[in-house]
């Protein structure tokens, strides 16, 4: 049975924790509900897999902001893919996990994007080549270099760190990225996380766009809903 947390209290829980998110406990399956409405909620935005002297040409954003033509908030990503390869992820670290433990995460996103169904563009098309990533990390996932310092994948691609999960097309949208239109995404069973936690109980987890189109993409995160449990028979 599944127990339910919503993180209203951000500020205090965050204080509490070391700036890691807390779940309460290891042994069980849990579900943690983020909807940004009090903030970042122990969520911090990051980019990678452009060069790093060009950036303003990119033109990254990040942030909790107030979703356009709606009463919620929301953690907003946007970027102009100019090296035609831009990651762009929101992570954070999460505790309270048994030590060097098997674990099996999924996850459900509600997101607002620019991205249109069906569309051309430059590259690839502004909503089917934009991937949609869920991932893990030991570390903190961050830019290395160029590139993500775990294994991503590239676009379409997933890695030994993350599974495309869908992409941010939303049907009806104008193919000109001036609208933005409402998706839900949900892992499977074919592409939710198998990771092992280190040895404090710990792991990072990501989410985010792999860009193939060289165009401008903005997304909002309007909710996350995480599952974690322990992998049975491991």
């Known amino acids: 049975m599944f127990k339910k947390i919503t993180l209203m209290l951000c500020a205090a829980l965050l ?21 940004f409405e009090n903030g970042e909620q122990g969520w911090q935005a990051g980019f990678s897999d452009y060069d790093t002297e060009l950036a303003a040409g990119f033109n990254l954003q990040s942030g909790v902001r107030s979703i356009p033509e709606s009463n919620n908030s929301g953690f907003y990503l946007a970027g102009t893919n100019q090296s035609d390869d831009l990651f ?13 433990t098997r674990y099996v995460a ?13 569309c051309a563009g430059i590259g690839g098309s502004p909503g089917e080549s934009v991937y949609l990533k869920f991932g893990f990390a030991e570390t903190e996932p961050q830019q290395a270099g160029y590139d993500l310092n775990v294994a991503k994948g ?14 941010i097309a939303v049907s009806g ?6 609208n933005l239109g409402n998706k839900t995404v949900t892992s499977t069973s074919q592409t939710e996380l198998e990771f092992t936690t280190t040895e404090d109980g710990r792991i990072w987890l990501f989410i985010g766009t792999d860009s193939g189109f060289e165009g401008r993409t903005e997304i909002y995160f309007d909710q996350i809903e995480l599952t974690v449990q322990p992998k049975l028979g491991s």
Do not use: H
């Open 173 to 178: 949208l104008a193919c000109d990225g001036t």
């Open 88 to 100: 762009m992820f929101i992570k954070s670290r999460f505790r309270g996990l048994q030590a060097s």
């Open 15 to 35: 204080l509490a924790c070391d700036a890691d998110i807390r779940i309460g406990n290891g042994d069980l399956s849990e579900r943690l509900r983020f909807d």
């Open 154 to 167: 590239n676009q379409s691609n997933g890695g030994a760190n993350a599974n495309v999960i869908g992409n």
């Open 106 to 118: 999924s996850v459900t996103i509600n997101l607002v994007s620019n991205g249109g169904a069906g």
